[in-house]
């Protein structure tokens, strides 16, 4: 199979194909869900809480980023790999241009993600006009809260819905090519990924987006501070590693002495 491309990724929104994406932060995971056929992989700041166990995504770094982007680049040979900016790395158009850079290239990402805020629009028509491709996220922001006590459905009221749609309007017309939507009301969903002709990947937030994204920990139900709640209500967690470990450990005490 040949690789990912963007003109692929928007081939299966037109023919309604649906879009598989898991997160990857080492060589291995990455080249599993890789081999697997997985379309996008993308390389999240999640790994603050999946990787070094903090309870948020605050703890990021670039140098994180890019260390994590690289080995997980080198792992791939199919999948389209995105790479999040993590807080504090696009305050201004400069800053964001030369952290996007970093994690843009040969053996690296694709595409950059950026947590949407109206503040950022400016800097991501920066650096969509610098020629860097850009993969926008809205609804649940993990780089604005603290735990998943704060994670919750958002698009019920009319104020939300509205916010929300006109978010997605201006990140299309911006010239953003992806838009992830976290934790948005299903039916809020449907109606954005409706109206743009940009492809829209869904994480709990119903199953009419063009496509899904797992954090591939939670989608294991190994996730150090536990998966989020909807990943339990959508009933997609799986256990094969730990009956894996269990299995191993029951062989190994045969041979105690």
Do not use: W
Not at 116 to 141: A, N, Q, R
Request: charge should be positive.
């Amino acid at each position: 199979m040949s690789r990912m491309t963007l003109k692929k990724i928007n081939s299966l929104k037109k023919n309604r194909i649906g879009i598989s994406a898991l997160t990857s932060y080492d060589a291995s995971f990455a080249k599993l869900i890789d081999d697997c056929g997985v379309d996008i992989i993308l390389v999240g700041d999640s790994l603050g809480e999946v990787i070094q166990g903090y309870p948020n995504t605050h703890s990021v770094t670039m140098n994180h980023m890019c260390y994590h982007t690289e080995i997980v680049s080198r792992a791939i040979k199919k999948a389209f790999l995105i790479a999040d900016m993590p807080k504090n790395s696009y305050e201004t158009k400069s800053q964001a241009l030369r952290n996007a850079k970093k994690l843009l290239g040969t053996n690296m990402a694709d595409m950059v993600k950026i947590e949407f805020d109206k503040k950022y629009l400016g800097i991501m028509e920066h650096l969509i006009s610098s020629g860097i491709p850009v993969c926008s996220h809205i609804g649940i922001l993990p780089q604005t809260i603290s735990n998943k006590k704060d994670y919750k459905r958002i698009g019920k009221t009319m104020n939300e819905a509205n916010r929300l749609i006109h978010e997605a309007d201006l990140i299309e017309k911006a010239g953003s090519q992806i838009l992830i939507v976290e934790c948005v009301d299903s039916n809020i969903a449907k109606k954005i990924t409706k109206n743009l002709n940009i492809p829209v990947i869904g994480i709990g937030s119903g199953k009419s987006c063009d496509g899904q994204i797992r954090v591939i920990y939670d989608l294991f139900d190994i996730s150090f501070n536990g998966a989020p709640g909807f990943i339990n209500s959508e009933n997609i967690r799986l256990n094969p590693i730990k009956k894996t470990i269990d299995k191993y450990i029951m062989n190994a005490n045969r041979y105690k002495i």
